[in-house]
């Protein structure tokens, strides 16, 4: 069955991690569009796992956008932003909307987010997309430093690290799922994991990053609140380069990162 809509060039904005977030919308739409051809009741299941899939995204995909958008002074973030946060209230409305049992149409999310590719993805996010090759093109894209992905589902947690680690560029990420995403399109110097995470745990994500073929190497950092003997050694056994227990330290923090980023530079 032919897709509803299918990734073109024209939609790439040449940032590749912020791409491969917006095909995950395309397979989303077009999942469901497959689904309302097929049969009524396949179509509302389908609608209800677009609406927690589209919200996911928005959250993550959001937020790596808007953190790309403030690290390089992007002139239409404040425009760009209310688009975002239209786009995620309505998504929320959808979803209240099927709390309280209202009759909802499937096929009109599918033009509802195709609707969001044509206009943002292929037009917004294509100016986004230009400011940064321009960027890229004069040496002017990103800080220069050192790049750290941290990985934690507190947003306050997230907060300590951002402020705490000003000499780093942060990216932050609420969810592991996402946070292997981007490390599938973007090159990070050290990651800061969370164990307790609400949709793979970190030892999940140990494993799938230690046997990716992206970064397996990437130095990471376990930053938990479980901080048994257990726990510690399990995480160095899943392939934690170290571990530091919550609440943090901030001096043990940049010290342990240090350390770490000095021992990946030493050839092997």
Known sequence: ????????????????????????????????????????D??????????????AYAKSHFSSEEQIMEKNGYPGMSEHKKIHS????????????????????????????????????????NKLGDYIQKLQKTG????????????????????????????YDVFTCESAVYALELLRGMTVDLV????????????????YVRNSTEQPDVPVIVVSGK??????????RYGANDFIAKPVNPELLIQKIRHQLEIAKKPS
């Open 1 to 40: 069955m032919k897709n509803f809509i299918d990734w073109e060039e024209r939609f790439s904005i040449n940032i590749l991690h912020l791409d491969n977030q917006h095909k995950q919308l395309f397979d989303i739409v077009n999942a469901l569009h497959k689904a309302c051809r097929e049969s009524e």
């Open 42 to 55: 396949l179509a509302m299941d389908q609608f209800r796992k677009a609406v927690r899939d589209t919200a």
């Open 86 to 125: 239209e786009f995620a209230q309505e998504i929320l409305g959808i979803a209240v909307a099927f709390e309280e049992g209202k009759k909802l149409v499937p096929n009109n999310f599918v033009r509802f987010l195709r609707d969001h590719i044509l206009s943002h993805i292929a037009i917004t996010d």
């Open 140 to 167: 002017n894209f990103g800080s220069g430093k050192k790049v750290i992905l941290a990985i934690d589902d507190s947003k306050t947690q997230l907060s300590v690290f951002k402020n705490t680690l000003t000499m």
């Open 192 to 207: 800061l994991l969370d164990l307790a995470m609400p949709d793979i745990t970190g030892f999940e994500f140990l494993q």
């Open 227 to 236: 901080n048994t003997g257990n726990y510690i050694l399990a995480s160095k």
